[in-house]
T-cell receptor, first 120, second 116 residues
Framework: AQTVTQSQPEMSVQEAETVTLSCTYD???????LFWYKQPPSRQMILVIR??????QNATENRFSVNFQKAAKSFSLKISDSQLGDTAMYFC?????????????????FGKGTKLSVKP | GAVVSQHPSWVICKSGTSVKIECRSL??????MFWYRQFPKQSLMLMAT?????????EQGVEKDKFLINHASLTLSTLTVTSAHPEDSSFYIC????????????FGDGTRLSIL
């Protein structure tokens, strides 16, 4: 079964600094999708960034970038120039390919989350 | 972008009543919908997956008679918490996606359910 592990329950960073959130996963699939979601206090689930496993290039979205290490099954999120609005829970998520393990219908497997606090 | 509307956002009701939560996809066909429950400071826990026109598939440990899911159209799924009790109080979130798409789910804004 696939699992997603976030080993940092809480982290803090000073405003304008850079922080990296860790995520590892376990799967026997060769093609899959990985995501980072942000959940602010409003509890909306906001997609931050996505990575397709067959793409070697690391995804970037403005201040957010990932370090995708397929062989190590690692998918860390780097937030540069941290802002107060980045304070939130961050969830790493794995999506099997459609029709893959267990007949996936695109369900997401979430890690337990990392609570990030950006301090002024 | 794809929008999913979830209502109500917050509901308080007495123990023993039934509560219906709606999840609507506004600009795409949601062939598959997911219902999650989230306890404070925890991750999202998948309760069930439903495909339009079919019975929902429930995760282990989720009572299907307690949490009734209907997905009768490509734009609407409902979750009814029957005979709700205080232990059912939680945050419920729906996710929706289109069959065959490689896009991830689009989430509703969630429903905070409080049972007195």
């Amino acid at each position: 079964a696939q699992t997603v592990t976030q080993s940092q329950p809480e982290m803090s960073v000073q405003e304008a600094e850079t922080v990296t959130l860790s995520c590892t996963y376990d799967t026997s699939e060769s093609n899959y999708y990985l995501f980072w979601y942000k959940q602010p206090p409003s509890r909306q689930m906001i997609l931050v960034i996505r990575q397709e496993a067959y793409k070697q290039q690391n995804a970037t979205e403005n201040r957010f970038s990932v370090n995708f290490q397929k062989a190590a099954k690692s998918f860390s999120l780097k937030i540069s120039d941290s802002q107060l609005g980045d304070t939130a829970m961050y969830f790493c998520a794995f999506m099997p390919p459609f029709g893959g393990y267990g007949g996936s219908q695109g369900n997401l497997i979430f890690g337990k989350g990392t609570k990030l606090s950006v301090k002024p | 972008g794809a929008v999913v509307s979830q209502h109500p956002s917050w509901v308080i009701c007495k123990s023993g009543t039934s509560v219906k939560i709606e999840c609507r996809s506004l600009d795409f066909q949601a062939t598959t919908m997911f219902w999650y429950r989230q306890f404070p400071k925890q991750s999202l826990m998948l309760m069930a997956t439903s495909n339009e026109g079919s019975k929902a598939t429930y995760e282990q440990g989720v009572e299907k008679d307690k949490f009734l899911i209907n997905h009768a159209s490509l734009t609407l799924s409902t979750l009814t918490v029957t005979s709700a009790h205080p232990e059912d109080s939680s945050f419920y979130i729906c996710g929706a996606r289109t069959l065959g798409s490689n896009q991830p789910q689009h989430f509703g804004d969630g429903t905070r359910l409080s049972i007195l």
